[in-house]
């Protein structure tokens, strides 16, 4: 009897042993992805899309959206006025330089670390961090402060701009469209009104450009209370098993990470530097180019060839041509996103400054944003073929963008028009390619990963075309200002030796620059004003005309984009914990 129990005993162990065997040898092979929490709708507690968690997480991702745009979107179109008022500092142009090298970096690396962590202290740290720089701003004595403070609120945003994948895992795969539309709607007053709401705290209120930080200040500490009480993702013992943490940390990326972080950090520096702060042809600009580029060259192949265990950047995400195509057409939407909000807010100071007061500028440059705001509404209803809806809107959106080169001094309104219209086409194009990007990957259980990749693609492609825009513009400037303006002034009766201090008093705009241009008279100054203008309209027209190039490429990449159909399904990749439920690993299979 005790022998038949012994064999028994022994073949239970056994058995036992070989389940276990085969359980680690799978585990061993997804380790770094964890375990996987996806549920099927219809399996999630009763109630849960009201619960307190869920609805305050949906807050939380969405307000502090809001605020990761405004942490320089509000600022961005008073900046000459921040600049007068705690200035002048030649290093002005730092502030946007800080918010934006440190998102970039960022958002690959809460993408990438909160996959394999655990988002919850990611975001809340993020929030309570931006919140922390929009003090520094709200308090700065000058422009050194407000880079400081600049620099921690893009540290921050690095996490708030992480929208994509953050409510997307939350919600049902086939919601993810109307998900971002949600989170989309938190920027309508720090992205599509910015301008307005900037000039109104500047031109009508006591506390001037600060009261966008105070603002700021109040959002920032509303969403980092809301992320805290109510963003219960799992945490890295759910998602790993206790006592892994260690090993993690052991075998995390740290060569690549800085590879990463120094090639992205010193090329977008190089390129955002050169015609602005440095000349092109300079060592600053050339340094950090070559330097930034060996970085980022270095970084792919030790991804590659490394072997490592928990890679930056796992390679075979890149071998997903769909995910590759998505993230292509997203960055060259927000290519052409970048190229209104350059040069719309510009022209509509110089060509269009007409005679409405104060607030005109603010709200007129508010049309490219609000169209952007438009276009990602309307699109989030239409989910379904993918791959006919991008190269649709795409190239419509395009060609409204390139007839903005038809626009002249006269065309106020036409220009206005063409403007909305082409934001809000690739407006419908960055929702639907967000979301794609989002869904087409092989393993949800990376979404953060992909989308942090993404990101920082988004912001690299982006500030390249971005500075190709802006170094068009000052070239063709350099050229059809000297030769509009002079003959026209000249010709109007205004002595040569005037026409030098005429230029800066037009760039000026104050009335002791125009007093000392001597010899000048209302009608000569109402000549060499239309003639500036005509110049701009020429310069802008060659800039619009060159977005045609980088607007092809993203026309032929879009009759590849992916058709996701059939991944819209009703499943949730992560189930928030509710109240009660334990931090740690109880849920989790021990092996």
Not at 58 to 75: K, N, R, T
Not at 95 to 105: A, P, Q, R
Request: with cysteine.
């Amino acid at each position: 009897m005790a022998s038949i129990k012994d064999d028994a005993h022994v073949d239970t162990v056994s058995h036992l042993e070989t389940v276990s065997n085969e359980k680690h040898e799978h585990t061993q092979e997804e380790v770094v992805l964890g375990r996987d929490f996806t549920v099927a709708e219809s399996e999630l507690p009763k109630g849960y899309f009201t619960s307190a968690n869920f609805l305050g997480s949906m807050f939380a991702i969405g307000a502090s959206f809001g605020c990761g745009v405004g942490g320089f979107g509000l600022a961005a179109p008073v900046l000459s006025f921040i600049n007068a008022d705690i200035g002048p500092d030649p290093n002005v142009s730092w502030v946007s330089l800080s918010y934006l090298l440190t998102n970039s970096i960022g958002l690959l690396l809460v993408g990438r670390l909160s996959d394999l962590f655990g988002r919850r202290w990611f975001f809340i740290g993020g929030n309570a961090l931006a919140t922390l720089g929009c003090i520094v701003a709200a308090v700065a004595p000058n422009i050194p402060a407000l880079i400081a403070g600049e620099t921690l609120i893009g540290l921050g945003a690095a996490s708030q701009l992480s929208y994509a994948f953050a409510v997307g895992e939350l919600v049902p795969t086939t919601h993810r469209f109307i998900a971002q539309a949600w989170v989309f709607a938190w920027a309508i007053p720090s992205s599509g009104f910015a301008p307005a709401i900037a000039y109104a705290f500047v031109f009508q209120t006591s506390v001037g450009w600060r009261g966008i930080f105070y603002l700021l200040i109040a959002l920032n500490a509303a969403t980092t209370l809301a992320w805290f009480f109510f963003y219960k993702p799992p945490t890295f013992a759910m998602k790993h098993g206790a006592g892994l943490k260690t090993q993690f940390l052991k075998d995390f990326d740290y060569i690549g990470t800085l590879l990463f972080t120094m090639g992205l950090l010193l090329f977008l520096m190089g390129i955002s530097w050169g015609g602005t702060l440095h000349p092109w042809k300079s060592a600053h600009v050339i340094a950090t180019i070559v330097i930034g580029f060996a970085c980022l060259a270095g970084f792919f192949i030790y991804e590659a060839y490394a072997g490592l265990k928990e890679p930056l950047v796992p390679m075979h995400l890149l071998k997903n041509m769909s995910w590759n195509i998505t993230v292509l057409l997203w960055a060259l939407g927000a290519a052409v996103y970048y190229a209104l909000a350059i040069l719309w807010p510009s022209m509509v100071a110089v060509l269009y400054p007409s005679g409405h007061g104060v607030m005109w500028a603010g709200w007129v440059s508010c049309i490219s944003n609000s169209g952007i705001l438009f276009g990602e509404f309307v699109g989030a209803f239409f989910k379904r073929r993918t791959d006919i809806q991008i190269p649709i809107v795409f190239t419509i959106g395009s060609v409204f963008l390139a007839a903005m080169a038809s626009s002249t001094v006269e065309t106020p309104v036409r220009a206005a028009i063409f403007v909305f219209l082409a934001a809000a086409f690739i407006g419908w194009n960055e929702i639907l390619n967000s979301a794609v990007a989002t869904i087409c990957i092989d393993d949800q259980r990376q979404i953060g990963t992909a989308t942090g990749i993404a990101g920082s693609a988004r912001s690299f492609i982006s500030t390249i075309c971005s500075t190709i825009y802006t170094v068009i513009l000052s070239n063709r400037l350099a050229a059809t200002i000297p030769a509009r303006v002079p003959p026209a002034l000249l010709s109007a009766g205004l002595p040569a030796s005037s026409i030098p201090a005429f230029l800066s008093a037009i760039t000026l705009g104050t009335s002791a620059a125009w007093s000392a241009v001597e010899g000048l008279t209302p009608a000569i100054q109402a000549v060499g004003v239309r003639a500036y203008q005509e110049a701009n309209a020429s310069a802008y027209s060659t800039v619009f005309l060159s977005t045609l190039a980088f607007c092809g490429v993203g026309i032929i990449s879009s009759f590849f984009a992916p058709n996701i159909d059939r991944l819209l399904n009703r499943d949730v990749v992560v189930q928030l914990r509710g109240k009660g439920e334990a931090d740690g690993n109880e849920s989790v299979e021990k092996v």
